[in-house]
Nanobody, 127 residues
Framework: QVQLVESGGGSVQAGGSLRLSCAFS??????VGWFRQAPGKEREGVAG????????VYADSVKGRFTISRDNNKNTVTLQMNSLKPEDTGIYYC??????????????????????WGQGTQVTVSS
């Protein structure tokens, strides 16, 4: 059983930055992802990272602005968000897989890939 707790959300103006953290009760032995859900919309994948950090996948909408990183010694995954836009507003969740098996890049951003989920942290970007 892996428990995940997100932190670092808040309210910023467009162009600003936020740094989200996901802390685990024990380090997931596989891919960890960040997702977000805006009001009235489906949850969408933002970024994912493997255990070693050698494979990282970003959604096109955040490429060049967001950076995901992982510290297995501290059991944390961080999402650095720069140049924020109003459309980045939503609840941000981190998630971890149950099984360590190979997945393709597209699977990094699918909700069905993940088994464990955090409770989420709110990010609000005003124009």
């Amino acid at each position: 059983q892996v428990q995940l707790v997100e932190s670092g959300g808040g309210s910023v103006q467009a162009g600003g930055s936020l740094r989200l953290s996901c802390a685990f009760s024990s380090s997931p032995d596989d891919v960890v992802g960040w997702f977000r859900q805006a009001p009235g919309k489906e949850r969408e994948g933002v970024a994912g990272i493997t255990l070693t950090g050698r494979r990282i996948v970003y959604a096109d909408s955040v490429k060049g602005r967001f950076t995901i990183s992982r510290d297995n010694n501290k059991n944390t995954v961080t999402l650095q968000m720069n140049s924020l836009k109003p459309e980045d507003t939503g609840i941000y969740y981190c998630a971890a897989r149950l099984l360590r098996t190979y997945i393709d890049d597209a699977a990094f951003l699918r909700t069905s890939t993940y088994y464990y989920w955090g409770q989420g942290t709110q990010v609000t970007v005003s124009s």
